[in-house]
């Protein structure tokens, strides 16, 4: 038996949880929208073509803000072609994912879908193939009222009033040769800066995200975001952050222990743009928006998984089915983005439906819940409020994180990484606590002890453990529930105090009441 002690106090606090801390993100990308969020014709269709099964999920699952329309696929879209008359509307091709793009569902489906769904639209604009001039007429399009162009054209597509529309995404992942009309960081940061001009110019309200880094691994990590920043900081809030945890090296320790270079990737970023504030000697802080993460590495590499031949419509690509142990990684990166709530205001799970998704659907069959649901669902109904420093005692282990196939063979030492990732949640209307714990010990189970200062007396709300045997253990379409979570016995408080003993290779939840 391992033993673990955490102690935080109500009164330190990290930072208050952002509502857009809880996102995902829709890509016309394989199946996610066609035949996993709309699809017309299913049996649980409404009018619209909105899958209602998907729609239960999705609140179930408890996203907040969703982004559209990509991913690589927004680098050649021309948003004109997905409005209007669906009849007149062209059948293009895709080059981001060599597929037929249709066009039947276009940003007024995705927002009248945001509005069915309960979530924000986030729309990011096209500055790849386009640039500032496309992206301002979008703008005018969704949030200016009437009496103009664009703004009538809305009206006459049939969607009177404006969509208001508050977050904006400049491009996305510009830094990457695999994107269409990739930049470097000057140019993108000109380009970026011309159209946020334009675009909050149509509309004051808005707020917007530059472009950062499409991963830590890449070469020009860091001097992208110092440059970038030091074109747009005056002009946007946010800069992105994207990561994909990946279990290449098939090496579980090193997989568990991987999210911990998320939270180094986030002080980092928060580093570079603090700098560019300071060369300015301004007050102003850029906040991060992590607009795309998740765990996925099994349909990345091969052409075959990523490609169909011959310029399908929305073929099943990218569809990873996770396990129980990508459940455990990806709570890890729960904990990393609740604990860095200060500065990351926005983050996206990548993506929602099919495509390296929480949800998976049988097009014209049902729909159902992969094992990474959880720990999101979780983390989004019971991780709102004031996360608490905590400090947390557990023994360590070395991991080593690498990618033996990465061209650039990456290696990241990760020496004495503790057992235990935690992060505390105060509810301060309320006086309860949540609890996220993920313990990475695959052999031994963990006792651990909490001293929960300046809450008084708590009680047990609710406790659950997401654990399984085998660690590669999947749900399906005929095991829907074979890693889902179960209660957390044991669990005793005795005041503050609170004790309780985690399985080897477990991700938990625990729900305090004041009591
Ligand atoms: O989410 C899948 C892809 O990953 C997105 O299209 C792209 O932005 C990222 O590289």
């Known amino acids: 038996m391992r033993k673990a002690q955490v102690m935080f106090d109500r009164d330190f606090a990290i930072g208050h949880t952002d509502p857009r801390l809880f996102g995902a993100f829709v890509e016309h990308l394989g199946r996610c929208v066609y035949g996993g969020m709309f699809e017309p014709g299913h049996p649980t269709a409404d009018e619209k073509g909105f899958r209602r099964d998907v729609l239960a999920l999705v609140k179930e699952l408890g996203p907040t803000i969703m982004r559209y329309p990509g991913g690589n696929f927004v680098s050649g879209y021309n948003w004109e072609d997905g409005v209007g008359p669906v009849e007149d509307r062209p059948v293009k091709l895709d080059l981001a994912w060599f597929t037929s793009e249709p066009n039947t569902f276009g940003t007024n489906e995705f927002v009248d879908w945001c509005r069915a769904a309960e979530v924000e639209p986030m729309i990011a604009v096209n500055l790849g193939t386009r640039a500032g001039d496309a992206a301002r007429n979008l703008v005018e399009y969704c949030n200016h009222p009437r009496g103009t162009y664009w703004s009538d054209l809305r009206r006459k597509h049939g969607w009177e009033q404006p969509h208001g529309i508050k977050f904006w995404c400049l491009g996305n992942e510009m830094d990457g040769p695999w994107q269409m009309e990739y930049k470097t960081a000057t140019q993108y940061g000109l380009v970026a800066k011309e159209a946020a001009k334009m675009m909050r110019w149509i509309d004051p309200t808005i707020e917007l995200a530059a472009c950062g880094s499409s991963g830590r691994n890449m070469p020009t990590f860091g001097r992208w975001e110092d440059e970038v920043l030091e074109h747009t900081f005056e002009h946007a809030e946010f800069i992105s952050l994207h990561t994909y945890f990946n279990n290449y090296a098939q090496d579980t ?49 091969r052409r075959e998984d990523r490609v169909k031949e011959g310029w399908p419509i929305a073929p099943p690509i990218l569809e990873e089915i996770y396990s129980m142990e990508d459940a455990l990684t990806f709570g890890g990166g729960c904990i990393s983005l609740l604990n860095h709530c200060d500065r990351v205001k926005a983050a996206c799970l990548a993506q929602l439906v099919n495509v390296i998704a929480p949800i998976m659907t049988e097009t014209g069959g049902p729909a159902w819940r992969q094992s990474i649901f959880h720990p999101f669902a979780q983390m989004s109904r019971l991780g709102r409020g004031k996360v608490l420093q905590a400090k947390v005692e557990s023994e360590t282990y070395d991991a080593s994180y690498y990618d033996p196939r990465g ?18 949640v105060a509810d301060e209307a309320t006086g309860g606590l949540s609890l996220f714990m993920l313990n990475r010990c695959l052999g031994q189970e963990m006792e651990v002890s909490i001293d929960a200062r300046g809450f008084g007396r708590l009680a047990v709300a609710e406790a659950h453990e997401l654990r399984h045997d085998d660690l590669k253990a999947v749900n399906s379409k005929d095991a829907p529930e074979n890693v889902s979570p179960k209660p957390l016995d044991g669990v005793s408080v005795d005041g503050g105090k609170i004790r309780m003993t985690l399985k080897p290779a477990s991700w938990n939840v625990a729900r305090f009441s004041a009591a």
């Open 253 to 301: 320790p090193a997989f568990l222990a991987c999210p911990d270079l998320m939270d180094q990737f986030i002080d980092e970023v928060v580093a570079v743009a603090d700098g560019v504030a300071a060369r300015r000697r301004s007050k102003k802080r850029i906040m991060l928006s992590f607009d795309e993460w998740n765990v996925w590495y099994r349909t990345r590499r």
């Open 407 to 424: 061209a650039q063979d990456l290696y990241f030492p990760m020496p004495q990484t503790p057992y235990l990732k935690v992060a505390a």
